[in-house]
Structures are given as structure tokens and as C-alpha cells.
């Protein structure tokens, strides 16, 4: 079903009103009808994020999600890799924007996304300090050489095998804390994690992380040496979990000071040690907030599971037609639920068959079916990137997931059908879907 | 005064329209340039050049009086014609892709 462009559907009418000796009634009417239009961004429950290729988006919709309000481009002509939302404070946004011309910008939003600024830079506030240096901080992200990361953190392992310099190009992923607007995580690239307590103002490297003794030895995936997955445990704020392509999982125990990784059970036979304690390309990382020991991989191939955080993993690709893919999302209510959407190969990043499937295993694995209602089954050769797919967490719980060839769907039967929301933005790097009570 | 001028994007990024023109005391160099763009205009901090080498970005490039700045080290001074106003200092995008 196209999404009904709310935005649109005001204007048509308001061309209408424009027929001259128009009722008083029928003016009131319109007036109100006008007013409930504007108001239902503000009335929304679901926002999703969009970032993709040549800006971003934000898409409102209320509880059935049959009708969407389509926002932007925000940031046009720029790659949004992420935009999300502190779950302390919805209208507190973050985006990450960036460009190979111009390097990588923050930006926030402090009113659900109607404005925008550079952290430090708000309009009206003074843009220099008082030795008339420029305030802005929030762009730069310095990796730590100072001796508190205990040793100089200065090469990882280049496509060649041969040391190279570690240089940061672009934030991937930008995880806000669960209370406080202010502290945000940020998942870069060349790998390693920064953390903002200052609203994004000024970044700084929790190194011990990178600081690894097996950092060095981290190399790139195709995509780049990325950190792409930072999960929160809501039970235990002092534990963290990341995911960097291609050196595989980490967590942190004391609040992102100290880091080991937790690749144990990870097969990867394209590395030349299979079974290695690093240098698994994981794809993405999902759990359940109310199971956080539980967690669900999708890694170059395979789907893992670990039900004891990360210190252990079993393969439960079953009877998935391809067990490669990006992305992986649990129900919001039904923590054994998950689903995954397999793509053909690592040489051919779209669905098989041309037939654009999800898959959900109601049994947290191994078990595997198809949803297709309303997803094109012929000549569909789009990918689905990790970052792009999301759940809210309403009664009905809503899925979503974007693709590169510009679609956003949505199910809010758990998957077992699929409407478009809107089919022609540019190529879709990533969805979060907020829920607004 | 020195007169630049920038790529669109970041015209946009730093809310700039037309050229941007800034006094420098003595000589104006790359550098110089850079420092008092990015003291006017904070949001453009990082973007042209990167903040933790201080090098230009690798698809932006200096011309002025129709030549090519960009591999010129910072610190020597621009073309008199940019000292004065006269001619601008352009800031371009590369021109990539297919």
C-alpha cells in the first residue's frame, strides 16, 4: 500500500479551499480538518528515523501506521549513517553526518526533529570562546594517544597484512544512554567507540576498547574497519556490548574502561584461523531488554545465539535459505521471536531468487519461515544494510526495514504482512523507530 | 579583506550566502585563511581540513587566479591578488565519480 503523504494530502485540499465562495461550514470544517493534519506529527507515536545516501528522514504515523507523515531531506545531498533518539528524551536527537568531500558533522535535535544544530553551536549562543576560538568540538573525534589508554594505540592490520595508521573517517552508529539526553556512544570508523557527556558537544575515546591487546591485529572488512553495534544493558549499566567489522564482539563489565571480546563459537572459515578469538566480521548484534544475556548475531554468514551475554554462541541458521545477511531485530514482546532477512551471498548483496524475504523463528532460532505478503517475490535485487531495520514497541509491535533501493516497509502483524510506507527515497542506510507515548 | 568562496554544501552547512570575506592580519596564507574561516564560521570546523592531521581533505582543492593552491604548503602567502581582494580564494569540490 503507498503511504499517504500527509503533508501532501494538505495541500490538495487546501488547492480545493482555494474555489472561491466556499460556506462558512464548510471553511470551518476545512479549518479543522487543516488543523488535525498539521497536528498529527505532534500527535504521532511512531517516528522513524531515516538515514540514507543523500540525507535523511523522518517519517510519523500514529497507532494503526496506516497513514505516514513524510519529513525531509534533512541534511540533503549528505550520508546520514544514523540518526537515533534518547529513550530518557524522544526529542533529543542525534545524527550522524558525513561526507567523503567534507569529513563527518554531529548534529542534534532538541525538539523531535523540527530543528537542527551542531552541538555547541545552537543559534543565538556565542559560537567563540573568549580567546575568540571557535567552539565547535563536537566534530572531532581524537583517538587517544595519552598514556591512560596504558600503550601508544598506533596502527591496526591494512587489506595488505602490513601495519596501518588508525584514522578516523565517520560515525556508524550513535547509541544515546538510557537515561540521560546528554551521554551518547558513538561507534566509528576506523574502529573504536567515543562517548559524549555533554550533549555531543565534545567526544572522547573510551580507548580501552581499542586498547585491547588484540587491536592491532584488528583488519578491515570490505566496508571499511567499522564499529557498527553498541547495545546498553538495561539491568546493568556498567555492562556494554560492541561489534566491530571485521575483529568480532566485545563487552565491557565497568562501564566501557576495560573490554575482552566474546567471539567464543564464531566459525568464520574465510579467516585463517577459523575458531580465532578476533577477526570475526559480525554484521550486527540484537537483544531483548528484557533478556539481556540473550543475544541474537547475524555475522558474515551465520545467525548466532548466545544465552549466556556473549561468553558463549551456537549457530542457529537452520533452515534459512542463506544463512549471510546484515541485519537482525528482535520482537519488541516476545523475546524468543526474531527475524532476519537473508541475503544471497557476499558477492551478491540481494535477496535469492529475487524475492524479497524475512524470516522469523518464533523459537529464538533454527526454526525458520517465510514472510512475503506484500514484499515483490520477482526481480527484487535490493540490499538490506545492517542499521536498517527496527522495531517500536507499541501493544501491536511495528516492524520496519529500509533498502537500498529506497523502500521503507512496515508490519504491524508481527511480519506476516507488509505495506510500503514510501518506495523512491534514496538508498537507505538506516531506521529507528521511536515510540512515543 | 579576503574574499572565498565555497562549495555549496557548505554554504548551506554554515548558513552562508554568496562569498565570505574576512580581515587577516598580515600576510594571508592557506592556513591563515582556514584559521579565521573556521573562527567566523565554527560549523565549518573539520570539514575542509582534517582535525586531527590539520591536511586538506583529499576531494577539496585551493585555486585562485586560476591556479591549481592546492599542494602549495600552508604557510606560504596566497597570490597578491588574493591579498587584496581582488581576485577570491575558491574552495572546490572535486568533480568525481562516474
Redesign the interface.
Known sequence: MEGCQLGRCCSAFRQSQEVACAPFSFLLFYFFLNQFFEDLTELSNVRLLVGTRKGAFILASYGKRERWDINGPLFGGWEIYHMNGSPADPNRMYASQSSGFFGQIIQRSDDGGKSWHQPGLKPGEPTKNEAGMPLAESNKFLYDASALSGKPLTSHVWYDGTAHPWEFKRVWHLQPSLNDPDTVYAGVEDAALFRTTDGGKTWHELAGLRGHPSGSQWAPGAGGMCLHTILLDPTNPKRIYAAISAAGAFRSDDAGSAWRPINRGLYSKYIPKPDAEVGHCVHKIAMHSSRPNVLYMQKHWDVMRSNDAGESWEEVSGNLPTDFGFPIAVHAHEPETIYVIPIKSDGEHYPPEGKLRVYRSRKGGNEWEALTKGLPQRDCYVDILRDSMAVDSLDQCGLYFGTTGGQIYCSVDDGDSWNTIVRDLPPVVSVEAQTLQ | MIRVIL?P??RI?ARIDGEVKLDIRGQATQRSVIDAL??SY??L????R???TQRR?A??RFYACEEDLSNEPPDIPLPKAVQTGEEPLLVI??VAGG
Do not use: Q, V
Open positions: 562549495p554544501h557548505l552547512l573556521e573562527a565554527p560549523a570546523s573539520g570539514t575542509i582534517d582535525p586531527a581533505r576531494l577539496l569540490a572535486a
